[in-house]
């Protein structure tokens, strides 16, 4: 893919920008949402400034099947992705580095998160562990699709605590892999809260074609 032109790219570096402070903003927000026992008459009061704000993002948007300018096909992660996009405020988000071919995960969950009081909710840990297994696959070459997710909640994943998210794919045969992931803290690495094994598959390309069109040059 050819470079953008310098004003373009540096157009879009700002751009990226604005949208991760964005998000980070918004995340700020929410934690403060969750977290409030100030008075009823503050809560409304917030709610219609909040409300006020609304149509200046809303006034020029994208729909379903249409990507967000940031993402412009030359980034395999996407900026808005709800796991680990810093542009998206339901993202924790979780960092994600490669290690010799094994993804590892770092993030804390705030309040927004919590299932039972003072952990976090299990979905949440499925989308972790679903988002770290896409990038396990993606570093050895086979970016694809979950087709089956099974997990196992050894104990419960404490909010406000630093977490270690590691996926690693353990079998791979033809368009299939196989994978494994654990949630663990980062102080006790050696103690699995959660674990899970996946199966993903590589779309054909008659499937990805069907399923995503223009757009699956882009499908991470």
């Known amino acids: 893919m050819n470079a953008l032109p310098d004003d373009a ?3 879009l570096r700002d751009r990226r920008r604005a949208v991760r402070e964005l998000g980070a903003a918004l995340r700020e927000l929410t934690e403060a949402a969750v977290s409030t026992e100030v ?30 300018t940031v993402d412009d096909g030359q980034r395999p992660r996407r900026i808005y992705n709800p796991a680990a996009g810093p542009g998206n405020p339901i ?10 071919g094994v993804a590892i995960g770092t993030c804390a969950l705030g309040l927004t998160y919590e299932g039972p009081p003072s952990y976090a909710h299990g979905g949440i840990s499925a989308m972790l562990l679903d988002q770290i297994l896409g ?10 699709m979950t087709a089956k997710l099974a997990l ?15 996926g690693r794919v353990v079998r791979a045969d033809g368009r ?29 390309a008659e499937q990805s074609q069907r ?3 223009e757009l699956q040059r882009l499908v991470r």
């Open 152 to 166: 196992r909640y050894r104990r419960p994943v404490p909010l406000e605590t630093p977490l270690r998210i590691v």
């Open 9 to 11: 790219e540096s157009d």
């Open 211 to 213: 399923l995503f069109g």
């Open 91 to 100: 993202a924790p988000p979780m960092r994600v580095e490669i290690v010799d």
């Open 39 to 68: 008075d009823t008459s503050i809560l409304v009061e917030v709610a219609e400034q909040v409300r006020d704000l609304l149509p200046a993002l809303a006034e020029v948007r994208r729909e379903r099947g249409q990507l967000a």
């Open 176 to 204: 299939w892999t196989n994978s494994v992931a654990t949630i663990s803290t980062a102080d006790d690495p050696d103690t699995v809260l959660v674990e899970a094994e996946g199966a993903f598959v590589v779309p054909t």
């Open 135 to 144: 990038h396990a696959h993606a570093a050895n070459g086979k970016p694809g």
